[in-house]
């Protein structure tokens, strides 16, 4: 019981704390789009944004893995691990490509600039990925909890 209320409490605060990060900066990249007003607020926003999902993710995980236990062999756990690996995967290229450059337009004094159509289509595709896989994964832990 008690590793059970934990977990859930840690895969809950794990989404209060991605899902709220990843809506933030889901929205400053959207208005980003056609705007160089935002395309900088984005850039600065996703300094703190992106601590945030991974600190999210790190909860998501260590929470589901104690909240789900005993139940690996079932879909729905195996689902939100999937998506979990996923979200992993969108948040390394986020972080370690998407950003990088982010950063280095800033240092270059090119914040305001709006971004290159090739990297806004990829980071569109990213952003929407993020977006769903969080609200999948949420919408899976609820099913969970009403099976």
Known sequence: MTLDFLGLFLHLAGFVIGLGAVTVIDLHGFLGRKSSYWTEATIRTHKVTKPLIWLGILLLLIGGTLFFRGHYGEVIPRAELLL????????????????????????????????????????????????????????????????
């Open 84 to 147: 979990g690996i996923l979200l992993i995967v969108n948040g390394c290229f986020l972080s370690f490509w998407v950003s990088p450059r982010l950063l280095a337009r800033e240092a270059a004094g090119k914040a305001q600039e709006l971004l290159p159509a090739a990297w806004q289509r990829l980071i569109t595709v990213s952003f929407l990925f993020s977006f769903v896989g969080w609200w999948g994964s949420l919408i899976l832990t609820v099913l969970f909890l009403f099976r």
